[in-house]
């Protein structure tokens, strides 16, 4: 059964940086756009970036643009999201999904996202 495995949480302080991964089991980032997403204690869950399926071509929010960066990493099937510069509100659990209907963009709403992972938490705190 597919599913997405994320990893690389914890805690980072201000004005560092972490890495998140997703790997995909069952399915592979060569055929699916993927996005990350967060949601804050208290908070909805917020789409903070998304990569396109083939081209790397990307998208972000205004609340991480400059900061975070969505990659993929097709020889391991991984996407990462490489967050530097993380501010206390950048606290939250870090959820990937997979997007299979988007075969030339990306989209950051999550009723396109039809596979997600368990979540990661990433806590920032001096």
């Known amino acids: 059964q597919a599913h997405l495995v994320e990893s690389g949480g914890g805690r980072g302080h201000p004005g560092g940086s972490l890495i998140l991964s997703c790997v995909a089991h069952g399915r592979s980032w060569n055929f699916l756009a993927a996005g990350w997403f967060r949601q804050a204690p208290g908070k909805e869950r917020e789409a903070i970036s998304c990569i396109k399926r083939r081209d790397g071509g990307s998208f972000y929010s205004a609340s991480v643009k400059g900061r975070f960066t969505i990659s993929k990493d097709y020889s391991t099937n991984t996407v990462y999201l490489q967050m530097t510069n993380l501010q206390p509100e950048d606290t939250a659990i870090y959820f990937c999904?997979?997007?299979?209907?988007?075969?030339?963009?990306?989209?950051?709403?999550?009723?396109?996202?039809?596979?997600w992972g368990q979540g990661t938490q990433v806590t920032v705190s001096s």
């Open positions: 999904a997979s997007d299979p209907n988007n075969w030339a963009d990306c989209r950051l709403r999550e009723d396109q996202y039809d596979l």
